[in-house]
């Protein structure tokens, strides 16, 4: 540090001083998110039949072109980062939900060609909301983390 600037330093007050170093460090900070390639957060709530959806994915297919996303429903919620997010635009909506208790009672399946033998779980979730969609949603440029899917069950 030079003299002339640790002279400056001494003189000024030290609440100016606080100031100028938070200042300093919001200015360094500012840079530093991620690059997102233009993605932006995606959230929300799935209820069937009036109640929240305990557990499920949920997927966003451009209309048009782009990238699929999508994301794991938990407790009703989906929460969808902007790093892996979508990118503004019009959306087909997908969600699959199958039903954990018919999977516990199936007989354990290795890996690899022999787990054919385990039968496909059952989908909960009617084809108009996955395979067949009716679902849509517009992601906006801000990003969209309220959106809501009411399905009937």
Request: some cysteine.
């Amino acid at each position: 540090m030079t003299h002339a600037v640790s002279r400056l330093i001494d003189h000024l007050p030290r609440h100016l001083l606080g100031i100028a170093l938070v200042a300093g460090l919001m200015g360094s900070f500012s840079g530093c998110s991620p690059d997102t390639g233009g993605r932006v957060a995606v959230g929300g709530t799935v209820t069937l039949g009036g109640t929240m959806l305990d557990q499920g994915t949920i997927e966003f297919h451009p209309v048009g072109t782009g990238s699929i996303t999508g994301g794991t429903i938990r407790d009703g919620r989906f929460d969808i980062p902007a790093t892996t997010g979508a990118i503004p635009g019009k959306y087909e909506v997908r969600i699959f939900s199958t039903d954990n208790d018919a999977a516990a009672e199936q007989p354990e399946a290795p890996p690899g060609p022999e787990s054919t033998q385990r039968p496909l779980q059952p989908e909960r979730i009617d084809k108009r909301y996955n395979v067949e969609s009716e679902l849509t949603a517009e992601i906006p440029e801000q990003g969209a983390t309220d959106l809501s899917f009411e399905l009937d069950s």
